[in-house]
DNA sequence: CTATAGACCTGACGGC
DNA sequence: TGCCGTCAGGTCTATA
């Protein structure tokens, strides 16, 4: 699920639920989540720590703890945060966090590919993370510096997070669309009017989906277990098959570099040299 | 330094 | 029904 947009609804959301909260327990069921320290490290360390605040850095969701520690959270593919106040657990539990109002918060991941760890106060984990896109530091003329002799397609470059935080495959591909601009036109070409455009799409589509609230898909549910919407108002992402809202033309789908994308083959085009 | 496959995992879905 | 291939919102690593 995670992208910066349900990254940042998930923290909103689970705020009512942990501000505040001690953990009392943590029980890991698949080891190769925790990182940078064995699960009896991590389990021992986090045990009594209260949670002081939640922020967010690119799709990191982070627990700040009441001994400046941070639980650092990355749900990559299939990952889902879920707070349960009764007896029932949800499927694909791979870690349970107890806290001392006797709720949980379970990490479920079908895929196991979601990694957590805790840090301390100043580590150097985000260091090579690119600018937050929705933070007033990113400029059009900061991505277009980025970009710059780039010899990779647009659509990988955005989702290279040192270039830019927090874009996945579904908002490159929202983001392409919006801004005109086929998903394999070379970075570094981009003419500085479409990086302008392209800037402005990025924002755009972000800002709509945390308006959504994030997108459900593949079974995703919020921690209360609600749904986002932000899918609804998708033009291209996970519309294969289907005709593009403005020009009506059967969307295109191939792979880029691994990964499925989604556009209009007429309303983009190759941006730069022809 | 840059760029690209491969690896890590499981489930859902379409075709035969 | 079963089997097989493809796809799924991510990132790290090894290799040119």
Request: glycine residues 8%.
């Given at each position: 699920?995670?992208?910066?947009?349900e990254?940042e609804t998930?923290?909103?959301?689970?705020?009512p639920?942990?501000?505040?909260?001690?953990?009392?327990?943590?029980?890991?069921?698949w080891e190769n989540?925790?990182?940078?320290?064995?699960?009896?490290?991590?389990c021992t360390?986090?045990?009594?720590?209260?949670?002081?605040?939640l922020?967010?850095?690119?799709k990191y969701?982070i627990f700040?703890?009441?001994?400046?520690?941070?639980?650092?959270?990355?749900?990559?593919m299939s990952?889902?945060?879920?707070?349960?106040?009764?007896?029932?657990?949800p499927k694909?539990?791979?870690?349970a966090?107890?806290?001392?109002?006797?709720s949980?918060m379970?990490?479920?991941?079908?895929?196991?590919?979601g990694?957590?760890?805790?840090v301390?106060d100043?580590?150097?984990m985000f260091a090579r993370l690119?600018?937050?896109p929705?933070?007033?530091?990113?400029t059009?003329e900061?991505?277009?510096?980025?970009?710059k002799n780039r010899?990779i397609?647009?659509?990988?470059?955005?989702?290279?997070?040192?270039?830019v935080a927090?874009?996945?495959?579904?908002?490159a591909?929202?983001?392409?669309?919006?801004?005109?601009?086929?998903p394999?036109s070379?970075?570094?070409?981009i003419?500085g009017?479409?990086v302008k455009?392209?800037y402005?799409a990025?924002?755009?589509?972000?800002?709509?989906?945390?308006?959504?609230k994030g997108a459900?898909?593949?079974?995703?549910f919020?921690?209360?277990?609600s749904?986002?919407?932000?899918q609804?108002?998708?033009k291209?992402?996970?519309r294969?098959?289907?005709?593009c809202?403005?020009?009506s033309?059967p969307?295109g789908?191939?792979?880029v570099?691994?990964r499925g994308?989604y556009?209009?083959?007429?309303?983009q085009?190759r941006?730069?040299?022809?």
């Amino acid at each position: 699920m995670p992208e910066l947009p349900e990254v940042e609804t998930l923290k909103n959301e689970l705020k009512p639920y942990v501000l505040g909260q001690v953990i009392e327990s943590v029980s890991v069921a698949w080891e190769n989540m925790v990182q940078g320290a064995s699960c009896g490290e991590f389990c021992t360390s986090v045990k009594g720590r209260r949670v002081e605040s939640l922020s967010r850095r690119g799709k990191y969701l982070i627990f700040n703890l009441d001994n400046a520690e941070k639980l650092i959270i990355h749900l990559r593919m299939s990952g889902s945060l879920l707070i349960s106040t009764n007896e029932n657990e949800p499927k694909y539990v791979r870690a349970a966090f107890t806290f001392n109002n006797g709720s949980k918060m379970y990490f479920c991941d079908p895929r196991k590919f979601g990694k957590m760890r805790l840090v301390k106060d100043g580590h150097e984990m985000f260091a090579r993370l690119g600018p937050e896109p929705l933070e007033e530091d990113f400029t059009a003329e900061v991505l277009r510096e980025r970009l710059k002799n780039r010899s990779i397609p647009i659509k990988t470059a955005l989702l290279d997070q040192s270039i830019v935080a927090g874009v996945g495959n579904m908002y490159a591909d929202e983001a392409l669309f919006e801004a005109g601009i086929y998903p394999l036109s070379i970075a570094g070409e981009i003419s500085g009017e479409d990086v302008k455009k392209l800037y402005r799409a990025i924002r755009k589509v972000l800002r709509k989906a945390i308006m959504d609230k994030g997108a459900s898909i593949s079974n995703y549910f919020h921690p209360d277990g609600s749904e986002g919407k932000a899918q609804n108002s998708f033009k291209v992402a996970h519309r294969r098959g289907e005709n593009c809202v403005k020009c009506s033309t059967p969307l295109g789908w191939q792979k880029v570099r691994g990964r499925g994308t989604y556009f209009c083959p007429k309303c983009q085009k190759r941006a730069g040299k022809p």
